[in-house]
């Protein structure tokens, strides 16, 4: 049977679950499901507010991590790279010694988003400080740091798709 509406921020998951959530996407209440589920908006729309959230949540759950010398929105994010996020860390020469310093971008995107994917993006990020791949070892920092964590991915892919659809269902 060929699928409806792609779901490109759902792959891999199974396929009862993808029909589930077909059926709120044809029902015209996947935005509705989200929303109800994650209210909460947050307030921080500049990027020292970002700044400081971002370092208020490494203080508490990371404060072994090395320093972040900058955290921004950045609006090309999500349409260039299909990224939500990224983390670097940008190295310089000074004098004899090599100087690096670590910064986070997030997607433009999470201004406007419910406050529970702000704070899941940001973990994300936050464990690519100590686990730069995404396997097991980076999931578990994931969810030690936001006992939640894979219910907001999921959600949080939910709130996407839902994004994707908006012209086409109703709020």
């Not at 983390?87 to 670590?102: A, E, F, I, W, Y």
Request: charged share 25%; aromatic share 8%; glycine share 2%.
């Amino acid at each position: 049977m060929p699928a409806a509406h792609p779901l490109p921020y759902l792959h891999g998951y199974p396929p009862e679950l993808l029909e589930q959530v077909r059926e709120l996407i044809d029902s015209g209440r996947l935005l509705q499901t989200v929303t109800r589920r994650h209210p909460e908006m947050h307030d921080i729309r500049t990027e020292r507010a970002l700044y400081d959230y971002v370092n208020e949540i490494k203080s508490s759950r990371m404060r072994s991590a090395p320093p972040i010398a900058k955290v921004a929105y950045d609006p090309k994010l999500h349409i260039l790279k299909n990224a939500l996020g990224t983390h670097c860390t940008v190295s310089r020469v000074q004098g004899s010694r090599l100087k690096s310093k670590r910064e986070i971008r997030i997607a433009t995107l999470f201004r406007e988003a419910p406050a529970d994917f702000l704070r899941m993006i940001v973990v994300h990020e936050l464990a690519h400080l100590k686990e730069r791949d995404h396997d097991k070892a980076f999931y578990a920092l994931c969810a030690h740091m936001e006992p939640d964590y894979h219910q907001l991915e999921f959600d949080l892919r939910l709130w996407l798709t839902a994004q994707e659809l908006a012209p086409a269902e109703p709020a």
